[in-house]
């Protein structure tokens, strides 16, 4: 088999089957197939696309590239969740510890973030002492005796896909449904899940800007899962603006508590519900959306979903004092207004704009090796359809620094006052096929 063969195999809109695939992956991660030939599939793919069948197998090529977790010696359907990334995107923080609650297990292994704000593990380190350094071995027992547990990502896990990645990133590839479906399910897959739940973002604070490209991803990571033995469902949600009202990392901690306690902001609430109602259901622990949602609404009113989380982070080290007492977190040393120059509604904030301008108060990484701020960020006290006066805040600056003049300019670009406002609609739709 020749690597050319299959470059112009695809670039003449041709299928590909398994072996010629699984000889792509293989000899690239081996490095016995070169950047040049690697990219020119690439290309290929970008213009004559892949079918279901094609995706499929590409997928697990990747998840074969390294390590698989082996997640068997944990009871009961295991199902994963993953978000294709948002602002204030703080669901991991309330999902794992609720659905945990209702018997769920949730085995879930996760990164650190880089850009706009910090990742999950970003967010539960401002638990002092809380660390995600457990052997396999200390993870599987944590699940089974307490159903939650969150572990590093392995040094080895797909690594087809980390060198993929890195040659599209650079060859102008990246947008591409099916390169960026397998590379999302294949760390999914690896990562040992029985069932998938896909939270697809769209707006102008996700990858996915409009509603069919976040519904094209959607329908080809679902058919993905199921064609490859995961039962697997999609929601597309909004990303027009931040999710909930905070975007930095203790702040979302301290958001998260609020919501597990029944009284988060009203997005984020029906978003976890709306997510963690399909986890249930594909974990057979209820038998359709209405009963576990009531399930998941009773566990937040007895305060079970708290105490496990409490569980979770004394587990792995955290204080759990910041559970009893939010406003114990470390706090920033400025609290700054920004407020409205003029009457009316708030039409538009620009999620990734001001995600951006979190980051650059410290809450996020521009390279691997920044220092995350976790005391910094921005809490909303306005949402876009809300009505405002002139001197009005809109929000606050949470900052160690008292200058935040190119904060403000961020901000000016980001946000627009108008005489009408409407509200947005937060879950456009949920893909199960």
Sequence with gaps: ????????????????????IDFFIKGYTNGDI??????????????????????AHLTMAMVNSGDVID?????????????????????????????????????????????????????????????VELTEDEFIKLVNENQVAVMGQSGNLTPADKKLYALRDV???????????????????????????????????????????????????VSIGNNVGRN????????????????????????AIETLQGHGPDDLTELVLTL?????VLAKKADNLKDARELLEAAIQSGKALDKFKTFISNQGGDVSIIERPDSLEDAKYKIEYTAQKDGFISEMVANEIGVASMMLGAGRQTKEDIIDLSVGIVLNKKVGDKVNAGESILTIHSNKENVNDIFDKLNESIKIDSEGYTPTLIHKIITE
């Design 276 to 280: 963690g109602s399909q986890m249930v």
């Design 71 to 131: 997640l068997s010696d944990i009871e009961g359907i295991k199902v994963d969740k993953h978000s294709t990334g948002g602002v204030g995107d703080t669901t991991t923080l309330v999902l794992a510890p609720l659905v945990a609650s209702v018997g769920v297990p949730v085995a879930k292994m996760s990164g650190r973030g880089l850009g706009h704000t910090g990742g999950t593990i970003d967010k539960l380190e401002s638990a002092k002492g809380f660390h």
């Design 171 to 221: 060859t102008g590839t990246v947008n591409s449904i099916p390169l960026i479906a397998s590379s999302i399910m294949s760390k999914k897959i690896a990562a040992g899940a029985d069932a998938i739940v896909l939270d697809v973002k769209t707006g102008s604070g996700a990858f996915m800007k409009t509603l069919e490209d976040a519904e094209a991803l959607a329908h080809a990571m």
């Design 232 to 255: 697997t469902m999609a929601i597309i949600s909004d990303m027009s603006q931040p999710l909930g009202n905070t975007i930095g990392n203790g702040l979302e901690l301290k958001e």
């Design 34 to 55: 070169p950047d040049y030939q690697a990219s020119s599939l690439a290309m290929a793919i970008f213009f004559q696309d892949m079918n279901e069948e094609e995706r």
């Design 1 to 20: 088999m020749r690597m050319i063969d299959i470059i112009e195999k695809k670039r003449d809109g041709k299928s590909l089957n398994k072996e010629e």
